[in-house]
């Protein structure tokens, strides 16, 4: 049983509020919703600038090893694939295993980036070591000829 179960079973005031909330909410799409949504505004001279279809994967391994592409990774990409019909999908890697069982599955839908490990910094530019990035991290990858500052 969750914390959340146990302090608040269910029927208990806090979910009636919750409900509450939800039930109160305005499910109707914004003009902005509605602007992404609308794909022949896509062809229009608005002022608003669009964002672009792109996924960006990022995949490291530790020093001296190749990157490793598990299910879970390759799932995230199918779905980029199948369900965002993303008009490009790149993997930012280095050293990438080839002759991993998923690589062929995905290999016509993906391109591929590949990362210099020397010019990849952590935050305060020192390179990276420990690469267990649990969320958005704020890891930049410096074009060529512009060096960290």
């Avoid at 210099?116 to 020192?126: D, E, L």
């Amino acid at each position: 049983m969750s914390s959340y179960s146990t302090l608040h079973p269910p029927g208990s005031p806090s979910d009636w509020k919750i409900e509450a909330r939800i039930q109160r909410w305005n499910w109707k799409s914004t003009p902005e919703e509605r602007f992404c949504r609308n794909s022949q505004t896509l062809h229009s001279s608005s002022s608003k600038e669009l964002i672009p279809n792109v996924v960006h994967f990022v995949l490291l391994a530790e020093e001296g090893q190749q990157a490793e592409l598990d299910y879970a990774r390759f799932l995230a990409i199918k779905a980029a694939i199948i369900r965002m019909d993303a008009r490009e999908i790149k993997l930012h890697t280095y050293g990438l295993n080839n002759a991993n069982q998923w690589w062929p599955k995905l290999k016509n839908h993906v391109t591929l980036v590949t990362l210099n490990r020397n010019k990849i910094y952590a935050p305060y530019n020192h390179p990276i070591s420990h690469l267990d990035l649990p969320g958005p991290s704020p890891i930049r990858h410096d074009p060529p000829g512009h060096p960290p500052p």
